[in-house]
């Protein structure tokens, strides 16, 4: 079946650091592959997303690219912001799933001053 | 516009008890779905629906979870007799077809 595996958290940065987060997926077919992101407190909100191989997603300054080679989908940001901790989901939909999303288990990020 | 919302956002009940899950989704939205969230982990599928047609409840635990949306609008989940292994935060989740979904804040249920 479909999977989805992101690197374990916390991940603790400081602020204007660079921030990569690993995800890997299996699937079938062609999958779409999302970004979200939960703030403390809040909903799941959409960061970004591809839905086709060597598409790159990007979104508030972070960015991931859609490698089917490596069946990847790394998310980057070149300077983070206190702003941004927050725990950060890898998703992917397949196309025969009526759209329905595979998440993978979160990675917290947390940014100190 | 107004987003997903969900009621209640919080919801204590003892093991055994029956509880329902609101979810409103966006005005105009087909597609629905219901995901479970547990601690520290991402959110697991449990059932979807286009307008009033429940095409998948493939995720859904046990026998003890139902959900409907008689009308395409707006869905309930329905626990019956909770145990402790339910608690967890509910999503709900609408969208146009198969396009972006958008989610509610969630329903955190502990079952003591």
């Known amino acids: 079946g479909n999977s989805v595996t992101q690197m374990e958290g916390p991940v603790t940065l400081s602020e204007e650091a660079f921030l990569t987060i690993n995800c890997t997926y299996t699937a079938t077919g062609y999958p779409s592959l999302f970004w979200y992101v939960q703030y403390p407190g809040e909903g799941l909100q959409l960061l970004l997303k591809a839905t086709k191989a060597d598409d790159k997603g990007s979104n508030k300054g972070f960015e991931a690219t859609y490698r089917k080679e490596t069946t990847s989908f790394h998310l980057e940001k070149g300077s983070v912001q206190v702003s941004d901790s927050a725990v950060y989901f890898c998703a992917l939909s397949s196309t025969d799933s009526w759209g329905k999303l595979q998440f993978g288990a979160g990675t917290q990020v947390v940014v100190t001053p | 516009g107004a987003g997903v919302s969900q009621s209640p956002r919080y919801k204590v009940a003892k093991r055994g008890q029956d509880v329902a899950l609101r979810c409103d989704p966006i005005?105009?939205?087909?597609?629905l779905f219901w995901y479970q969230q547990a601690l520290g982990q991402g959110p697991e599928f449990l059932t979807y629906f286009q307008n009033e047609a429940q095409l998948d409840k493939s995720g859904l635990p046990s026998d003890r979870f139902f959900a409907e949306r008689p009308e395409g609008s707006v869905s309930t989940l329905k626990i019956q007799r909770t145990q402790q292994e339910d608690s967890a935060v509910y999503l709900c989740?609408?969208?146009?077809?198969?396009?972006?979904?958008?989610f509610g804040p969630g329903t955190r249920l502990t079952v003591t």
């Open positions: 005005s105009g939205h087909v597609s």
């Open positions: 989740a609408s969208s146009l077809g198969t396009r972006e979904q958008y």
